[in-house]
C-alpha cells in the first residue's frame, strides 16, 4: 500500500495520518520537503530522521516535546526551526551515547533527554546555531 502525503514543517501533520505512514515513507516526505526547498543539513538522511522523531513524538503527545515546539514559537521561532531545535537535543544525545555508551540506564537518560528539552529556549537554540 502506498501512501500519498506532502510534509511540510511549518504545519504540524495531522496526528493519525502521520502515525499511519510507515518509517521509511516519512522519512522519504521530510527528505523531499527540504531538497524540494533547497534546504541544505549536512547528513540528509540523519536531519529527515531527526524531523520524523521529533514529529512523532509531537503527534503521539511527548509532553517535552509538545511544550518545546509551543514555547519555542511563542519565543519567535518558526515550527520548522522549533522542530530543529528539539531535533538536535536529541542528535545531541544521540551522538554522544553513539561515541561513549551511557552509564546511566535507560530511564536515567531518558529523564536527562526530557530535562534539556523542558531547558530549551529560542534564544540559547540561536545562540548555539546561529540562527
Known sequence: MHHETTYNPENAPTPSDWLQLPE?????VVG?????????SGN???HAAAHVIVE???????????RALERLKSQGLT???AVHAVGSVISGFMFAAMNNPPETDSHALQS???A???RLNAESWRNQHNA
Do not use: C, S, W, Y
Not at 32 to 40: A, E, G, P, Q, S
Not at 58 to 66: E, I, L, N, Q, S
Open 24 to 28: 521509511r515513507e516519512r522519512l522519504r
Open 32 to 40: 523531499t520537503f527540504h531538497m524540494v526547498h533547497r534546504l541544505r
Open 44 to 46: 540528509a538522511k540523519a
Open 56 to 66: 512523532n513524538q509531537a503527534d503521539m503527545g511527548f509532553g517535552p516535546t509538545v
Open 79 to 81: 515550527r520548522h526551526e
Open 112 to 114: 536527562n533527554i526530557n
Open 116 to 118: 534539556a528539552i523542558e
